[in-house]
């Protein structure tokens, strides 16, 4: 279980059945890149499972958060494993949308 | 009237942690003078994504400071941030390039940061002076359900 806590940005991890999901919470900006980092680095390389971000309980992200998931997306990409977005708030799905990030999560 | 300009100024330091007190006196001002939710979201990020140019790439030492200048009209919202930093070319640096015509294996990290500003406001002007820092200007107009005489 890999847990990290803020008061503005928060992350939990649940494992089951091949299936890894990061609950989020809060604003994912750029003074909580690094702690966003650190949660996924450990789990990003695990071909073996689904990795999933649920983020319904997220209210901003910015460039930084998006520049992450990226970068996850491209890691992810490389060793034929899945990463996606579930939940994703209508504020922040905008986003996804208008930077082009959205089409690299439907698969 | 319409030529009355309130003005509100920020002084904080250029460090990520204070972006947040941007987006909160902006929500503030920004609902104070009637913009919806969906507005305030947007310029919400627009700001915070000048800020954090700001808060990477002007200052290599810490102790730097930004200034953002909050400017009120009847017609709409300027939201002014300068630093005084190196100052180098952070759009052109950067670019301002979307996702869309690229492949996952041709995308770079970074760079979205302009892009969303330019795609949040009305108006987006950059002003890089070499030596004097940066200052980026964002604008929302209020939508007006009717036209005042």
């Known amino acids: 279980m890999n847990t990290k806590t803020n008061d503005k940005f928060n992350a939990k991890t649940q494992m089951s059945e091949g299936v890894c999901t990061v609950f ?41 958060g998006i520049g992450i998931l990226l970068s996850i997306l491209k890691a992810r990409h490389g060793m034929e494993a899945r ?11 905008k986003l996804f949308d208008m930077t082009g990030i959205a089409k690299f999560f439907q698969s | 009237m319409n030529s009355d300009v ?15 007190i941007v ?25 915070s994504e000048a800020c954090n140019n700001s808060v990477l790439y002007a200052y290599s ?53 302009f892009y969303l500003m330019e795609a949040l406001m009305d108006e987006v002007s950059v002003t890089n002076q070499a030596g004097k820092g940066t200052e980026v200007m964002l604008t929302k107009r209020l939508a007006r ?3 005042r005489v």
């Open chain 2, 145 to 147: 359900s009717e036209e």
């Open chain 1, 24 to 64: 989020l919470s809060g604003e994912l900006d750029l003074s909580v890149a690094p702690d966003f980092r650190l949660v996924m680095e450990p789990l990003v390389g695990n071909s073996e499972v689904d990795l999933i971000v649920n983020m319904k309980d997220m209210t901003y992200i910015d460039s930084t």
């Open chain 2, 23 to 47: 987006r909160l006196n902006l929500y503030g001002i920004a609902s104070k003078m009637g913009f919806s939710y969906e507005e305030i979201e947007d310029m919400k990020v627009a700001v």
């Open chain 1, 83 to 93: 990463f996606a977005v579930e939940e994703v708030p209508p504020q922040i799905q």
């Open chain 2, 61 to 113: 030492q810490e102790g730097g400071m930004v200034e953002v200048l909050f400017q009120v009209t009847s017609e709409s919202l300027s939201i002014t941030v300068r630093d005084e930093g190196e100052s180098f070319d952070s759009v052109g640096a950067v670019g301002n390039r979307s996702l869309h015509d690229k492949d996952l294996s041709e995308v770079q990290i970074g760079g979205l940061g």
């Open chain 2, 6 to 20: 309130q003005r509100v100024t920020l002084n904080l330091p250029a460090s990520a942690e204070y972006v947040d």
